[in-house]
């Protein structure tokens, strides 16, 4: 770490024209813009980090100023401090926040999938106070599962389930393979984790927390590409009784993102045949969004 900055892991897909920034989700790797990345290269120069605490990049405190100093810090080391970010999921909301502390500098940015819980009201037909009480179990939940280190067989199970989501998604194997094993790390103690590990884990998720996506999109100047999943995420054992929260929250996405493109001519909404792992499962239809929005 250099005065609070992280040097990020970079991957330089290479390629002429104007600069692509591409940012992955939480507990995500740059290897997921692996199928996504070659279809930009003919247009565009294309980069994709990991983002601090993730993948190979170095560990530190994780705040948003932090993080977005880091993207700062990449795009000034390569020359390229007008890049247009792309992110998914978490990637997607840095990329709105990067946009929205260099205007007149960032062209945009686009935003796939990356809404976070969402506010109560969101969620169509169902009381508020209900929707309050799931979110904080879900919450919960993620956050026990985060940043844990892995039991004796636990990088073998996590391969196994990556057979089977291969097989549900239509996803080449070797793409789920690639960000589990650069999302692992092993410790001091010789087992395998999670990254990031669980206190900068749980640092994110409150950061995460803390947003509200649409105040974000109202606040930023620039043009908005804000992209929603069309299909349902595969069912998680255990966690069915959430489906229909879920499913009341992407009516209320799809509602408040109308109405949002309807009051800004510059905000374009589309949605993508796909679940929430759009860049693994439909990369051909994520990178012709991407080309047809930046500059």
């Given at each position: 770490?250099?005065?609070d900055r992280s040097a990020l892991a970079v991957h330089d897909h290479g390629g002429d024209g104007p600069p692509l920034l591409l940012l992955h989700?939480?507990?995500r790797t740059l290897a997921d813009w692996a199928a996504v990345a070659p279809m930009l290269v003919h247009r565009h120069r294309v980069l994709a980090v990991d983002l601090r605490g993730h993948?190979?990049?170095?560990s530190g405190t994780w705040s948003l100023p932090e993080v977005l100093r880091d993207l700062d810090a990449v795009l000034d080391e390569c020359g390229i401090p007008d890049a247009l970010p792309v992110g998914h999921s978490l990637g997607g909301l840095l990329a709105v926040l990067h946009a929205l502390e260099h205007p007149g500098v960032a062209p945009g940015a686009v935003n796939l999938d990356g809404y976070g819980w969402g506010r109560p009201d969101q969620y169509v037909d169902l009381d508020p106070g209900y929707v309050g009480e799931r979110l904080a179990e879900l919450r919960d939940l993620v956050a026990w599962m985060s940043g844990r280190a892995?039991?004796?067989d636990g990088l073998k199970d996590l391969l196994a389930q990556q057979r089977v989501l291969s097989e549900r998604l239509g996803v080449p194997y070797e793409l789920l393979e690639a960000g589990i094993l650069?999302?692992?790390h092993r410790r001091a103690d010789g087992r395998l984790e999670l990254r990031p590990e669980r206190e900068h884990a749980l640092e994110m998720l409150a950061a995460i927390d803390s947003l509200d996506p649409f105040a974000l999109f109202r606040r930023t100047p620039q043009p908005l590409?804000?992209?929603r999943a069309l299909r349902p995420d595969p069912p998680v054992p255990g966690t069915d009784r959430y489906d229909g929260l879920m499913a009341a929250f992407a009516k209320g996405l799809a509602r408040d993102l109308a109405e949002l493109a309807e009051q800004r001519?510059?905000?374009?909404?589309?949605?993508i045949d796909a679940t929430h792992a759009m860049p693994l499962e439909n990369p051909r239809a994520v990178a012709d969004l991407i080309l047809g929005f930046a500059p």
């Open positions: 770490m250099t005065k989700g939480a507990g993948g190979r990049s170095p892995l039991p004796h650069r999302a692992t590409l804000l992209v001519p510059d905000v374009t909404v589309a949605g």
